[in-house]
């Protein structure tokens, strides 16, 4: 069991920066890949990021050099840095975890967690 708990989200205007943290609990955390998707109103759930243990990370060309992902084994927590956010990155976060590469059907994840909210006003 890989239980996720994501925090750090919240409302900001379009430019600004915010800081996601994925924590979970578990010895497997390291040799899991962790992955972040975000689902906005009446869309699909999609993958933008993800990181693997060996610091391999995979961005989605509409984060591509705003968003960062990192992870810190010590604390058991995967990072997501987002800078010049714009409305269009409104969404729920959600951080799951896999063995395995990054991959973007959300059906191969063994773990999530419950989500977080982000909202960037114009």
């Known amino acids: 069991q890989v239980p996720l708990v994501e925090s750090g989200g919240g409302l900001v205007q379009a430019g600004d920066s915010l800081r996601l943290s994925c924590a979970a609990s578990?010895?497997?955390?390291?040799?899991?890949?962790i992955s972040w998707f975000r689902q906005a109103p009446g869309k699909e759930r999609e993958l933008i990021t993800g990181?693997?243990?060996?610091?391999?990370?995979y961005y989605a060309d509409s984060v591509k050099g705003r968003f960062t992902i990192s992870r810190d084994n010590a604390k058991n927590t995967v990072y997501l840095q987002m800078n010049s956010l714009k409305p269009e990155d409104t969404a729920v976060y959600y951080c799951?975890?896999?063995?395995?590469?990054?991959?973007?059907?959300?059906?191969?994840?063994?773990?999530w967690g419950q989500g977080t909210q982000v909202t960037v006003s114009s």
């Open positions: 990181i693997i243990w060996n610091n391999t990370t």
């Open positions: 578990g010895r497997a955390f390291t040799t899991y890949t």
């Open positions: 799951a975890a896999r063995a395995g590469p990054v991959l973007s059907n959300k059906g191969l994840y063994n773990y």
